[in-house]
């Protein structure tokens, strides 16, 4: 069994405080492929897109924003 990473809205800990409850949208890694044209021959190359979060409020505990806390992350 594989663990899958999915796309979604997550709750995550806070940086700041360590407590439960910020609420961010988890964005899973994943490969993905592009296209380059050079001197007339078009070849395929892979890109890697790194995992993301992107923090949706700020802390209800530590009262931290969601600016700073993505920084830290
Ligand atoms: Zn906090």
Redesign the pocket.
Known sequence: MTLELKNGERTIY?P??S?YG?KAFYRAPFKGFGKSRGSGVTSTFSTKHNEEYHVLGD?P??K?KKEEIKKKL
Do not use: G, H
């Open positions: 806070c700041f405080c407590k910020v802390c505990s530590c931290a």
